[in-house]
T-cell receptor
């Protein structure tokens, strides 16, 4: 069965410190993985996707098929990074599966 | 925002009353979704649609029904609202991204509807 696991509900880091938000998935085929971000009381928006291999707002994420992980990383956290982050998986049938989210707080 | 709007944006209703939430899109996308967002549960799929009059159940469909009589509108109805349905409801569409080899889709979300059932 498809599943996305984000083990940390809450994560706090100091400004300028590295941050890593964990995401593990289970899927029998070849999924697409995404990170979505939701700033306070705003709609969710796409942050990045694994197939684009981009760095958005300093964030990167590498798909590790062996560990079935897609962790989100940023070397130096900024206050404006404080938000809710969701890892998501897209499989066949145009369905998306979301993790439970990690609330990131960057402490000034 | 891919032209997605939701109405109402906020609603307070009493237990047992019917409630209908509307999602409207302006770009003729085929796939539309309804999610609910709850602390500790993240986003959970309620129902989705892959075309006019074509809908299917998601993970948490009990107590909800949907209708899609036009491409641009996807309605979510709570037949008899309960307090457990207090939540933030997000509509989404799925857009094919032509920038990649092979089919690749991305979801765009509406602004959300905050529903409180008292």
């Amino acid at each position: 069965a498809q599943r996305v696991t984000q083990p940390e509900k809450l994560l706090s880091v100091f400004k300028g410190a590295p941050v890593e938000l964990k995401c593990n998935y289970s899927y029998s085929g070849s999924p697409e993985l995404f990170w979505y971000v939701q700033y306070s009381r705003q709609r969710l928006q796409l942050l990045l996707r694994h197939i684009s291999r981009e760095s958005i707002k300093g964030f990167t994420a590498d798909l590790n098929k062996g560990e079935t992980s897609f962790h989100l990383k940023k070397p130096f956290a900024q206050e404006e990074d404080s938000a809710m982050y969701y890892c998501a998986l897209s499989g066949t049938g145009n369905q998306f599966y979301f993790g439970t989210g990690t609330s990131l707080t960057v402490i000034p | 925002d891919a032209g997605i709007t939701q109405s109402p944006r906020h609603k307070v209703t009493e237990t047992g009353t019917p409630v209908t939430l509307r999602c409207h899109q302006t770009e003729n996308h085929r796939y539309m979704y309804w999610y609910r967002q709850d602390p500790g549960h993240g986003l959970r799929l309620i129902h989705y649609s892959y075309g006019v009059k074509d809908t299917d159940k998601g993970e948490v469909s009990d107590g909800y029904s949907v209708s899609r009589s036009k491409t641009e509108d996807f309605l979510l109805t709570l037949e008899s609202a309960t307090s457990s349905q207090t939540s933030v409801y997000f509509c989404a569409i799925s857009v094919r991204d032509r920038g990649f080899v092979g089919p690749s889709y991305e979801q765009y979300f509406g602004p959300g509807t905050r529903l409180t059932v008292t």
